[in-house]
């Protein structure tokens, strides 16, 4: 359950400074975020609302990227219960879908955050050798959301800026590229406390390692 409380917190809060009237994640998230806590009705409810946007506009990108995070999310249960046939129908699935959102929509950071946060945490899930892809490509999403913030990234609170900071600088650690940590962590430094993890920004300069935090939002904010 652990897991999936972690899996929740990193892809829940996804958009949280989005205009509200473009928001679709304001329609699902908080069924979502139940659901991955275990309430299967609130989770079964948010599929459901994402498949109703599908049908009235199947290059819906918003509704398509929480609807394939929502499979990679049942595909971790089933795997856990041991339908393995099933969770692996669903893995394949939920890979399409959140693939071809960014297709769809390769420049919406409410988008390209749901994917970067799914594939980075279920990256560290999985055995290394299907996880580093996984690592790879969520980082590339972290980086190209960046890139797409960095005229107004200091408007951004300090929590959206850590958050996507924080992302990216334990993916960049967890594959050995250290110069790239680096820069991130100073960046998370010089943010402060309001990052909610400067402490691991300070432990991780200090010896080049941190402590794991039980849960967190991992780069779950974005904005357009």
Avoid at 21 to 28: I, K, N, T, Y
Avoid at 85 to 95: D, F, M, P
Avoid at 142 to 168: C, N, T
């Amino acid at each position: 359950m652990k897991t999936f409380t972690r899996f929740a917190l990193a892809l829940l809060i996804a958009g949280a400074f989005v205009h509200a009237a473009e928001r679709f994640d304001m329609l699902v998230r908080a069924d979502f975020f139940s659901g991955f806590g275990g309430n299967r009705e609130a989770l079964d409810r948010a599929m459901k609302n994402c498949e109703e946007a599908l049908r009235e506009n199947p290059k819906d990108a918003e509704a398509l990227v929480w609807h394939g995070s929502g499979d990679m999310f049942l595909s971790g249960q089933a795997f856990q219960k041991g339908d393995y046939e099933n969770s692996g129908q669903l893995w394949t699935k939920a890979l399409k879908e959140m693939d071809e959102a960014v297709r769809l929509a390769p420049q919406n950071v409410a988008v390209l955050i749901p994917r970067g946060a799914t594939l980075l945490v279920t990256s560290s899930k999985v055995p290394p050798e299907r996880g580093r892809a996984l690592l790879e490509q969520g980082v590339n999403d972290y980086e190209r959301v960046r890139e797409l913030q960095k005229l107004y990234f200091d408007k951004l609170s300090g929590h959206a800026r850590g958050e996507l900071l924080f992302g990216l600088a334990d993916g960049y650690d967890r594959m050995m590229k250290k110069a790239e940590a680096r820069e991130a962590f100073e960046a998370l430094l010089a943010v402060g406390e309001a990052s909610g993890h400067e402490k691991q920004a300070q432990q991780w300069l200090a010896g080049g390692t941190y402590a794991k935090s039980a849960m967190s939002c991992t780069g779950c904010h974005s904005s357009k």
